[in-house]
């Protein structure tokens, strides 16, 4: 049976040690999805691999497409963005460890999703340009952005019943609005109350192009209590949500988010 090589641009998510001298490599690629590669002999002083690939660069990847469960045998890996920015300044650095991360852990599976490959390459340019407080804004601008490409967004619909409040009622555990007309399932489900203007900047993030929404945050100059920049209304609102919605929907641990958003927004 011939094997076939697929050529692709990937961005690299994850790099593991295995064994002595080995990686296990995770990837996104632009036309299979999210896939792993062993990169063999990759830590020995004449391996070809060496200092090809790294947490956030993109590569011209070449492997051979006759893996089992998402892992396949690498051919060749050339760099094409190394994004240097991002490792000489600390926070940069955690920013996109944490994106990748967050990719890893819910991207799965070899589905093309190309529209989240330009998202994440998207975040990556911009991270190498931003100050801390816009690289959090920006990580909360990819959070929304990736629950939606993966449609798994929060179904903020509300009920066309209802009078029209600037509150909804929200279910984290079925992920949507509920009411006396659409009742929940569970007998008590727990609930927040979303204002309107988190719900508003979560379609306009979903809708807006990184860039764009960095722009808009520059001019408004607006700030919290605190005095640390808040430029759009329901930022912290949003912020919250997230945390409570993505541990609930994606099975991920709180932490590495809470740690990452300390950094960049201060405690
Ligand atoms: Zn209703």
Not at 122 to 140: D, K, M, S, V, W
Request: glycine share 6%.
């Amino acid at each position: 049976m011939p094997i076939s090589l697929i050529k692709t641009e990937a961005i690299c998510l994850n790099v593991r040690p295995f064994s002595k001298t080995s990686h296990m490599v995770t990837w996104l690629t632009r036309s299979d999805g999210c896939l792993t590669t062993p990169v063999k002999g990759a830590q020995r002083p004449k391996s070809a691999f060496l200092g090809k690939y790294d947490i956030g660069y993109t590569c011209e990847l070449i492997f051979y497409a006759r893996g089992r469960n998402g892992v396949h045998h690498i051919r060749e890996c050339s760099p094409l963005h190394f994004r240097e920015a991002l490792r000489f300044k600390w926070h940069r650095a955690c920013a996109a460890g944490y994106a990748c991360d967050l990719t890893l852990r819910t991207a799965h599976g070899e589905q093309a999703n190309e529209a989240l490959y330009i998202t994440l390459s998207t975040l990556l340019e911009t991270l190498q340009h931003c100050e801390r407080h816009e690289a959090a804004l920006a990580l909360l601008w990819y959070e929304c952005t990736l629950l939606h490409l993966l449609g798994v967004a929060p179904d903020f619909t509300p009920c066309p019943h209802c009078p029209a409040s600037d509150f909804l009622t929200f279910s984290m555990e079925e992920g949507r609005a509920f009411c006396e007309h659409r009742p929940s399932r569970l007998h008590r489900p727990p609930a927040m109350s979303l204002h309107a203007d988190m719900r508003a900047l979560f379609a306009t993030f979903i809708q807006t192009p990184l860039p764009e929404i960095l722009q808009t945050a520059r001019e408004t100059g607006r700030t919290d209590d605190l005095g640390r920049p808040e430029p759009f209304s329901g930022m912290f609102g949003l912020r919250r949500f997230l945390g409570v919605f993505m541990t609930e929907h994606l099975d991920l641990l709180p932490g590495a988010r809470r740690t990452i958003l300390d950094i960049l927004i201060g405690g």
